[in-house]
């Protein structure tokens, strides 16, 4: 015997016993979110929950600054100093 699906409107999940969600399809595409992503949640008030990408803060920023200074800049100041 088939089981019956239910249908619901787009853009809408259930919690489960468990405290688990279903983020919907277009909101998951939409935050440019992908699997393995790591989240934190906090409450915003009653019935509002927001959640974040946790990212590793020095890897997204190691490396922004390459190519401003020249090669020997660190040589040339220190060279100032004597």
Same mark, same amino acid.
């Given at each position: 015997?088939?089981?019956?699906?239910?249908? #619901? +409107? %787009?853009? #809408?999940?259930?919690?489960?016993?468990?405290?688990?969600?279903? @983020? +919907? =399809? /277009? !909101? *998951? =595409?939409? !935050?440019?979110? $992908?699997?393995? &992503?790591?989240?934190?949640? #906090? !409450?915003?008030?009653?019935?509002? $929950?927001?959640? /974040? %990408?946790?990212? &590793? %803060?020095? !890897?997204?920023? =190691?490396? @922004? *600054? &390459?190519?401003?200074? +020249? /090669?020997? =800049? $660190?040589?040339?100041? #220190?060279? /100032?100093w004597e």
């Open positions: 015997m088939a089981r019956e699906v239910r249908k #619901r +409107p %787009r853009g #809408r999940t259930t919690i489960t016993s468990k405290h688990q969600v279903t @983020i +919907p =399809a /277009e !909101a *998951f =595409a939409a !935050a440019g979110l $992908v699997a393995g &992503d790591a989240l934190q949640g #906090r !409450a915003l008030g009653p019935g509002r $929950v927001l959640f /974040e %990408r946790v990212g &590793d %803060r020095l !890897a997204e920023t =190691a490396g @922004i *600054f &390459d190519g401003i200074y +020249p /090669e020997n =800049a $660190v040589e040339v100041l #220190r060279g /100032e």
